[in-house]
């Protein structure tokens, strides 16, 4: 979502229906084509990664005894709830936690991105924001996702809300994907200008969000553990929505309620790595040699709870149970695809080949030469929980239609000025490699969505392919490949069959990166 806002305007005009949380999909099975089931187990499983279910599931108050419970722990509340949060789903959050904590709440602070309030209102998600007069504050700032005045003004507010707190006080903090940018408050003497300059610089020179959130922590009062350590003695329940693969809490938004375990080594190779030390700021230096010296080490957090309530697995664990009721064996390949889209893109070709001929032919199987090509493009992805043998397994064993699904974030590497974004470029890739071969007697289909509702600069979440669709794409006087040379998917998937392919859920409120479906029918 990091260039969503530019376009909010346009997309809050976007056609939508509304998400399928809780619809019992059993009862649209019969029969319903396969795109119709690919869309509606896409639009289910994105309908219960939305904020109010999320909350739901994850938090339930007493309104008698006034006893707030998270997970297995227990809280008791008498007005002395305080609510803090940052991130691009964190309007949505907060408003789902107004709506279910009412009275309790004394008051809260949000840092959200520019423009939300407005374009959550265009698209006519109510539920997505706050009652008129909320207790909540509402700062919107951190522009094309870079920490500017506006969030730092956000952030002190945070940080002065916590200070405030006691020992009799709860802390509530909601934090999603976005939230780094959404909290900048540094070091002094590094100043904003200089934080933003040198994480523009890293990202820029390829650093991973796990390098690019280590530098981030180490010159930010908040960061790595501080907000955490601003709210001591209060009790802290930190309210996570991962959009980083595997969900680890310490780097999502840069871990402000988990202490931090890297060492101003771990800063400097990190630096080095991106030819940056030799160039840093006075400012930056100073933090950093202080930090070596500190005798108080990292922030302490024994009284926190960190609880992540939407992440990409949960996502596609309710996907899998979508598909399971419409009669698929489903199988969850991986929460981490990464990599080159169109290595991933070549990955699920041959995955629907191979998966294919194991579901048709189990005894023949597919070529040892397909097999093992596979197996090789799976090692280059570098996917490390990748259950490829046993999805297989589990194909031969079918007998029956069979849905694989993954999720992740691939990368596209921008050459062209095309508009699109890398799950349509990942489902336009994919419907070129399925019509390289056939795939008799079964009907193949593959969607990639994202959760955001938002793929790229587009109004289109995502998009469905089908292994006719190059030729279908020739029949349109449509050249796919010279789309995919300008990286102009969303226009190709515009002009294809009207529109079709296209996915429109609306901004959803949410995100937890990309789902990817494989969808194999026997004919
Ligand atoms: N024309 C295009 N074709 C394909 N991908 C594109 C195009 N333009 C931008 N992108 C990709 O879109 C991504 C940015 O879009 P988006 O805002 O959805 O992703 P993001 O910043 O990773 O946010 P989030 O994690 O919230 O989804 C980048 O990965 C970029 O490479
Ligand atoms: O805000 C951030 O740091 C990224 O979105 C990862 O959570």
């Given at each position: 979502m990091a260039i969503a806002l530019q376009v909010l305007r346009h997309f809050a005009r976007a056609p939508s229906r509304p998400l399928l949380w809780g619809c019992p999909l059993t009862r649209l099975a019969s029969g319903m084509a396969l795109e119709e089931q690919a869309r509606q187990i896409f639009e289910s499983t994105v309908g219960a990664m939305l904020p109010g279910p999320m909350l739901q599931r994850a938090l339930s108050l007493d309104p008698d005894s006034g006893q707030l419970k998270v997970r297995d722990r227990s809280f008791q509340l008498r007005q002395n709830l305080y609510l803090v949060g940052f991130g691009k789903a964190v309007l949505g959050m907060a408003a789902a936690a107004e709506e279910l904590l009412g009275q309790h709440l004394v008051q809260g602070v949000i840092s959200v991105p520019r423009g939300i309030r407005a374009a959550m209102e265009h698209a006519g998600k109510q539920e997505m924001l706050l009652k008129p007069h909320s207790r909540v504050q509402v700062f919107e700032g951190a522009e094309d996702n870079l920490p500017d005045r506006d969030a730092l003004r956000a952030a002190l507010a945070i940080r002065q809300l916590a200070e405030g707190l006691t020992a009799d006080d709860l802390l509530l903090v909601l934090i999603s994907g976005g939230g780094s940018a959404l909290l900048p408050a540094p070091i002094p003497p590094v100043t904003l200008e200089e934080?933003?300059?040198?994480?523009?610089?890293?990202?820029?020179?390829?650093?991973?969000?796990?390098?690019?959130?280590?530098?981030?922590?180490?010159?930010?009062?908040?960061?790595?553990?501080?907000?955490?350590?601003?709210?001591?003695?209060?009790?802290?329940?930190?309210?996570?929505?991962?959009?980083?693969?595997?969900?680890?809490?310490?780097?999502?938004?840069?871990?402000?309620?988990?202490?931090?375990?890297?060492?101003?080594?771990?800063c400097l190779h990190i630096l080095n790595r991106y030819g940056l030390r030799a160039a840093l700021p006075r400012s930056v230096k100073t933090v950093l040699a202080r930090a070596d010296s500190d005798p108080h080490g990292p922030h302490a957090c024994g009284h926190v709870l960190n609880v992540i309530i939407g992440s990409n697995a949960l996502a596609l664990a309710e996907a899998q149970k979508q598909a399971e009721a419409l009669g698929y064996k489903a199988v969850v390949l991986s929460t981490a695809i990464q990599g080159d889209v169109k290595n991933v893109a070549q990955f699920y070709g041959l995955l629907a080949r191979v998966a294919g001929a194991c579901l048709t032919m189990p005894a023949a199987g597919t070529s040892v030469e397909e097999d093992k090509q596979l197996y090789e493009l799976a090692a280059q992805l570098q996917l490390p929980d990748l259950q490829l043998k046993e999805a297989l397994e589990a194909v031969v064993g079918a007998q029956g239609p069979v849905c694989l699904l993954a999720g992740g974030e691939p990368t596209v590497q921008l050459q062209g000025s095309g508009k699109g974004g890398r799950n349509q470029e990942l489902a336009l890739r994919v419907g070129v490699e399925l019509g390289?071969?056939?795939?008799?007697?079964?009907?193949?289909?593959?969607?990639?969505?994202?959760?955001?509702?938002?793929?790229?600069?587009t109004e289109a979440a995502g998009a469905w392919v089908r292994p006719e669709l190059a030729r279908q794409a020739v029949a349109e006087g449509l050249d796919?490949?010279?789309?995919?040379?300008?990286?102009?998917?969303?226009?190709?998937?515009?002009?294809?069959?009207?529109?079709?392919?296209?996915?429109?859920?609306?901004?959803?409120?949410?995100n937890v990166m990309d789902t990817h479906l494989l969808f194999l029918r026997p004919r």
């Open positions: 934080k933003q300059k040198l994480t523009k610089l890293l990202a820029a020179r390829g650093a991973n969000i796990q390098e690019l959130n280590t530098i981030r922590k180490a010159l930010s009062q908040l960061k790595g553990g501080g907000l955490a350590q601003a709210a001591y003695p209060a009790q802290v329940v930190s309210l996570i929505l991962s959009d980083v693969v595997g969900d680890p809490v310490e780097v999502i938004a840069s871990g402000p309620t988990v202490a931090s375990v890297h060492s101003v080594q771990d390289q071969w056939p795939l008799e007697p079964i009907d193949v289909l593959f969607l990639s969505g994202g959760t955001d509702g938002q793929d790229g600069p796919v490949a010279a789309f995919l040379a300008h990286n102009d998917s969303y226009t190709f998937f515009c002009r294809f069959q009207g529109g079709a392919h296209l996915l429109h859920t609306g901004l959803t409120g949410t």
